[in-house]
């Protein structure tokens, strides 16, 4: 099945991502539940990928009715969703490096510079530590291994 989209020809199958924005644009403008599913459906995959990125361009001019707020959840949950999914895993890693060192979290936040107290918010995914303290976090496992 070939899908036709004004000055457009895009084949079944043919992953949104790959899309030129008027094939996009018009998805949104005149496409059906199982069209809008497939934006949807590319927008959980990447969040902040150049389908949801032409989506979001698309609504920043135009306001339909209906889609237009539905796909604006779509990707503000999907992002949601992974910041969430992100911010376990890299609590994940860092209770994970602490258990690695051997040391107690006490000794282990004070040899990254850091509070223990502070160490158990990254611990719990409450706070995200930065990039260089990842980094530290990870030396620290290294030199005490």
């Known amino acids: 099945m070939m899908v036709s989209f004004r000055n457009v020809d895009v084949p079944s199958g043919t992953p949104p991502g790959s899309w030129p924005y008027e094939a996009i644009a018009t998805t949104i403008e005149r496409g059906l539940i199982g069209d809008w599913a497939v934006l949807t459906r590319a927008i959980r995959r990447e ?60 000794d282990f936040a004070e040899r990254i510079g850091t509070s223990a107290s502070r160490l158990s918010t990254y611990r719990s995914g409450k706070v995200m530590p930065s990039a260089a303290l990842v980094v530290r976090m990870r030396r620290c496992v290294e030199q005490v291994e």
């Open 47 to 106: 969040p902040w990928g150049p389908v949801a990125r032409m989506v979001e361009e698309y609504l920043s001019r135009e306001h339909p009715p209906g889609v237009g707020p539905l796909l604006e959840r779509a990707i503000s949950g999907a992002r949601a969703e992974a910041e969430a999914a992100e911010r376990a895993e890299v609590a994940h890693e860092v209770d994970d490096l602490v258990r690695r060192s051997g040391l107690t979290s006490r």
